[in-house]
């Protein structure tokens, strides 16, 4: 952020404002976007190296009990390895097809 406020970039404007014509005129150069798209990544990665290791479990365990939940509603039974067991009637997909 310190960066861009060197700039003389405010990334907390509007990045469109419209001119006096009414079309939209760019507050911000191609570069500057580049510029805002890399500290946004950046701000990412170090969120994501200051997770603990619980946090990072307790998300993953999130993902694969939603992911099982999506697999059983399309009719696949799941091991807790995560093989596969069967295929069953999805319970929300109606019987019949009509055309």
Do not use: C
Not at 44 to 53: C, F, G, P, V
């Amino acid at each position: 952020r310190g960066i861009l406020e060197e700039k003389g970039i405010d990334i907390t404007a509007d990045a469109l404002k419209t001119s006096q014509s009414g079309r939209p005129r760019q507050l911000y150069s191609a570069r500057d976007h580049d510029t805002i798209e890399q500290l946004k990544a950046s701000e990412k990665l170090i969120a994501e190296l200051h997770e603990t290791w619980e946090e990072k479990l307790r998300k993953t365990e999130e993902i694969r009990r939603q992911r099982e939940e999506e697999l059983r509603e399309m009719g696949l039974a799941t091991a807790e390895d995560g093989s596969t067991l069967g295929v069953f009637s999805p319970k929300k997909v109606s019987n019949y097809v009509f055309t």
